[in-house]
């Protein structure tokens, strides 16, 4: 399974972002996904989690209300819109996912088998 992180980049504070992640064709769309983010000398961090079936979202509190996790399953890729930005959202952010249609808890690194590499995300 491949998973292939595109989007980042740096932004001043307040401004907005949206990441890609592109998915092979052995994935299936309706498996849940999550996003990640890892700021130096931090755990790695859950960030948002859209599980197709029950079409269920989840977020951690650093960041709901404002990032939107969304796919499009024509284009086998999902989203990460990330607005008001602010320094402390600064990390490597990665996407995964479980290759499963629910997870157990969807904002925990251990759930998930499939990672991308990553991309950055610098707020200043």
């Known amino acids: 399974v491949q998973l292939v992180e595109s989007g980042g980049g740096s932004v001043q504070t307040g401004g907005s972002l949206k990441l890609a992640c592109s998915t092979s064709?052995?994935?299936?769309?309706?498996?849940?996904m999550a996003w990640f983010r890892q700021a130096p000398g931090k755990e790695r961090e859950g960030v948002a989690t859209?599980?197709?079936?029950?079409?269920?979202?989840y977020y951690s509190d650093s960041v709901k209300g404002r990032f939107t996790i969304s796919q499009d399953n024509a284009k086998n890729t999902r989203y990460l819109q990330m607005d008001t930005l602010k320094p402390e959202d600064t990390a490597m952010y990665y996407c995964?996912?479980?290759?499963?249609?629910?997870?157990?808890?969807?904002?925990?690194?251990?759930?998930?088998?499939?990672w991308g590499q990553g991309t950055q995300v610098t707020v200043s």
């Open positions: 859209f599980c197709p079936v029950g079409k269920n979202s």
């Open positions: 995964a996912t479980n290759g499963a249609l629910w997870a157990v808890d969807p904002l925990r690194p251990d759930e998930y088998k499939y």
């Open positions: 064709e052995r994935v299936y769309v309706r498996h849940c």
